[in-house]
T-cell receptor, first 114, second 114 residues
Framework: GAGVSQSPRYKVAKRGQDVALRCDPISGHVSLFWYQQALGQGPEFLTYFQNEAQLDKSGLPSDRFFAERPEGSVSTLKIQRTQQEDSAVYLC????????????FGQGTRLTVV | AQSVTQPDIHITVSEGASLELRCNYSYGATPYLFWYVQSPGQGLQLLLKYFSGDTLVQGIKGFEAEFKRSQSSFNLRKPSVHWSDAAEYFCAVGGPFGNEKLTFGTGTRLTIIP
């Protein structure tokens, strides 16, 4: 595709519900990143994939957060038993590699937990 | 640990005036530095990046930034702002290989007055 595509754009979840957020990176991009952006804050790193390998998941806030990229293309960020503090915009980015190249960001998914 | 400080939460400038947005970073080695812009409801767009070489970096939309190692700064400048420049601006540091784990500042919101 022309850019990084994320779906859904908006998601309202009841507290305790599980959610899945999808990211379609730019075709051929090896590296894929997830960030969480709380209201009025800068994005914060969650996790990073190189192809299907999850090389860094140090930013995932708890074991309720899980990300996968099974075929090295589309990625899904899953949040189990959502809580109000999970409300944020979740941004996905991709790049040709992680080294010396630009990361292109999607428009994000705004998650509101009620 | 790497960190980024953007001291100005909100800046207002007149259309046609010059602009400087401040960014200070903390990183143990030679940093990879980025400036991104985010319009409401949009993802992040890369304005410019510094990896190595010339410390004055030119970007898109007439922006430039200067890397000053002695001051741990990477300030963004534009000689004459346009109303369309109104947005949120984020400085970020990445490393050790590039963009694999970006740390963002809290952002500076730019308002343009006629």
């Amino acid at each position: 595709g022309a850019g990084v595509s994320q779906s859904p754009r908006y998601k309202v979840a009841k507290r305790g519900q599980d959610v899945a957020l999808r990211c379609d990176p730019i075709s051929g991009h090896v590296s894929l990143f997830w960030y969480q952006q709380a209201l009025g804050q800068g994005p914060e790193f969650l996790t990073y994939f190189q192809n299907e390998a999850q090389l860094d998941k140090s930013g995932l806030p708890s074991d309720r957060f899980f990300a996968e990229r099974p075929e090295g293309s589309v990625s899904t960020l899953k949040i189990q038993r959502t809580q109000q503090e999970d409300s944020a915009v979740y941004l996905c980015a991709s790049s040709q590699t992680a080294m010396n190249t630009e990361a292109f960001f999607g428009q994000g998914t705004r998650l509101t937990v009620v | 640990a790497q960190s980024v400080t953007q001291p100005d939460i909100h800046i207002t400038v007149s259309e046609g005036a010059s602009l400087e947005l401040r960014c200070n970073y903390s990183y143990g080695a030679t940093p990879y530095l980025f400036w991104y812009v985010q319009s409401p409801g949009q993802g992040l767009q890369l304005l410019l990046k510094y990896f190595s070489g010339d410390t004055l970096v030119q970007g898109i939309k007439g922006f430039e930034a200067e890397f000053k190692r002695s001051q741990s700064s990477f300030n963004l400048r534009k000689p004459s702002v346009h109303w369309s420049d109104a947005a949120e601006y984020f400085c970020a540091v990445g490393g050790p290989f590039g963009n694999e784990k970006l740390t963002f500042g809290t952002g500076t919101r730019l308002t343009i007055i006629p």
